[in-house]
């Protein structure tokens, strides 16, 4: 069978530029639509069994040994509670009551030493890109450990004073005297 030069030229345009052409037009009809995640059925097609529930006490009307009998399954379902990291286990052996650690005092031992406040000579205070503070006569900035344990928490520039913080969580304010 011969295929005259024009019907394949023809069948050669249909597939190049008909073809694909349909086909996005059927895509844009789709999504226009919402596609078919949105598609849905027409009024009165879903056809129900029984009707839907009225309210709660439709729900919940369970006499008082269906109740139980439910209370009984889920205990007997439950999965074992693992052991609680916040109880320790010499208090649940009872070797050591709960009460005499809540009443006691700690010892001279437990507790922290008082903070010695540290006497700095705070000289200047310097505000731009970077606030510094002269302190000891040493060049300091925010975040730099001034003596054991404290560091440089803030530069106030405009009411020349400074803010040092204790590992402890002890902070102590200094201002510069001229």
């Not at 040994?65 to 609680?84: F, H, K, V, W």
């Not at 730099?144 to 304010?173: K, N, P, Y």
Request: charged fraction near 25%.
């Amino acid at each position: 069978m011969k295929i005259s030069r024009r019907a394949a030229s023809c069948v050669t345009l249909v597939l190049q530029v008909v073809a694909p052409a349909l086909l996005v037009a059927g895509i844009r009809a789709i999504s226009i639509h919402g596609g078919p995640a949105r598609a849905s059925a027409a009024p009165g097609a879903l056809q129900r069994d029984q009707p839907a529930p009225a309210g709660p006490e439709e729900v919940l009307s369970l006499s008082d040994g269906e109740i139980d009998q439910l209370r009984l399954a889920s205990t007997l379902s439950a999965t074992p509670i693992s052991r609680n990291p916040f109880v320790s286990s010499a208090i649940k052996s009872g070797e050591v009551d709960i009460k005499t650690l809540l009443v006691e005092e700690p010892t001279e031992d437990e507790r922290p030493a008082a903070i010695e406040i540290p006497e700095i000579e705070l000289t200047s205070i310097a505000d731009g890109r970077e606030k510094i503070a002269v302190i000891n006569g040493r060049v300091s900035r925010i975040g730099d450990t001034i003596l054991d344990g404290w560091t440089l928490r803030e530069i106030d520039a405009g009411d020349q004073f400074i803010v040092l913080h204790h590992s402890t969580g002890v902070e102590q304010e200094y201002a510069l005297t001229r």
